[in-house]
């Protein structure tokens, strides 16, 4: 009888043990824990974390760890450093052919930020490219004096995809105004635009809060239905890149992106593409 009692509690515990440990592969087994490795674009990482947060729920033998080094990064070690590499620009063709798979999985505007206290609330596109090459330097010449004052130039650094898709968008790729605020992160720029009356600044639609005021361009609001619709024109893909020889649970992981719980995530503060 105590043989029977023990063998039935060693079943419970095995039993306990699979569950906690998460799926089973395709034999029935339970999958081995995995970590994956993720790493680029600044502006996918938060809603990478959104994707990861959520997939682990279920998946609960996948850990996912995350880092925000920007998309020049992402590009460069998708498939070695990271598993999983993150962008928010198209790559350049000299990036391009190392048989890196891309796969969008939101799309995302680029709001031009301002303070709040700010009387600008409109610029077109001409005068956005004119303030960060240096043409316009005093919000009086654009505001007919309702507003005077050095304008405080913010952008992103050498590398971001923020930066790249902003710079070739609005048109003055390579031509930013010496002296510019260069700063490494979306959450950086969000500070210092929030600090400062004068600044201007541009981050991924899906980070603006509270703290901070996006304007309209072109008399077109940045939210993300004018971003559909095509009527707001900064706008760019989250790309996520594997290497020639993608682990199956990071193939797993970018199918599920795309699966109506992913996209679900997306549609949430993104565009969704399914």
């Given at each position: 009888?105590?043989?029977?009692?023990?063998?039935?509690?060693?079943?419970?515990?095995?039993?306990?043990?699979?569950?906690?440990?998460?799926?089973?592969?395709?034999?029935?087994?339970?999958?081995?824990?995995?970590?994956?490795?993720?790493?680029?674009?600044?502006?996918?990482?938060?809603?990478?974390?959104?994707?990861?947060?959520?997939?682990?729920?279920?998946?609960?033998?996948?850990?996912?760890?995350?880092?925000?080094?920007?998309?020049?990064?992402?590009?460069?070690?998708?498939?070695?450093?990271?598993?999983?590499?993150?962008?928010?620009?198209?790559?350049?063709?000299?990036?391009?052919?190392?048989?890196?798979?891309?796969?969008?999985?939101?799309?995302?505007?680029?709001?031009?930020?301002?303070?709040?206290?700010?009387?600008?609330?409109?610029?077109?596109?001409?005068q956005i490219k004119d303030i960060y090459t240096g043409a316009i330097t005093d919000w009086s010449q654009i505001t007919n004096n309702a507003k005077?004052?050095?304008?405080?130039?913010?952008?992103?650094?050498?590398?971001?995809?923020?930066?790249?898709?902003?710079?070739?968008?609005?048109?003055?790729?390579g031509k930013l105004l010496a002296g510019a605020n260069e700063s490494t992160s979306t959450g950086a720029i969000k500070a210092s635009v929030a600090?400062?009356?004068?600044?201007?600044?541009?981050?991924?639609?899906?980070?603006?809060?509270?703290?901070?005021?996006?304007?309209?361009?072109?008399?077109?609001?940045?939210?993300?239905?004018?971003?559909?619709?095509?009527?707001?024109?900064?706008?760019?893909?989250?790309?996520?890149?594997?290497?020639?020889?993608?682990?199956?649970?990071?193939?797993?992981?970018i199918e599920w992106m795309l699966s109506p719980a992913g996209q679900a995530i997306v549609s949430k503060s993104w565009i969704s593409v399914k």
């Amino acid at each position: 009888m105590k043989i029977k009692l023990i063998a039935v509690l060693m079943g419970l515990i095995v039993l306990t043990g699979a569950f906690a440990n998460g799926n089973q592969d395709a034999a029935g087994r339970t999958a081995a824990p995995y970590t994956i490795e993720v790493g680029g674009s600044t502006s996918v990482t938060p809603l990478m974390e959104l994707f990861a947060a959520e997939y682990q729920k279920t998946k609960t033998n996948i850990k996912v760890n995350i880092n925000g080094t920007g998309s020049g990064d992402g590009i460069k070690n998708a498939g070695t450093v990271y598993q999983i590499g993150m962008s928010s620009r198209e790559l350049t063709p000299a990036e391009q052919g190392h048989g890196l798979k891309e796969t969008i999985v939101a799309i995302d505007g680029i709001a031009v930020i301002m303070n709040k206290t700010s009387p600008v609330t409109n610029l077109t596109i001409a005068q956005i490219k004119d303030i960060y090459t240096g043409a316009i330097t005093d919000w009086s010449q654009i505001t007919n004096n309702a507003k005077r004052g050095k304008i405080a130039v913010i952008s992103r650094e050498e590398g971001s995809g923020t930066r790249g898709a902003f710079e070739e968008l609005v048109g003055f790729q390579g031509k930013l105004l010496a002296g510019a605020n260069e700063s490494t992160s979306t959450g950086a720029i969000k500070a210092s635009v929030a600090q400062n009356p004068e600044a201007i600044g541009y981050i991924s639609l899906g980070s603006v809060d509270n703290t901070v005021k996006a304007i309209s361009v072109n008399g077109v609001a940045a939210t993300n239905d004018n971003v559909k619709k095509g009527t707001y024109k900064i706008a760019r893909p989250f790309i996520v890149l594997t290497g020639k020889n993608a682990r199956p649970e990071s193939t797993a992981f970018i199918e599920w992106m795309l699966s109506p719980a992913g996209q679900a995530i997306v549609s949430k503060s993104w565009i969704s593409v399914k």
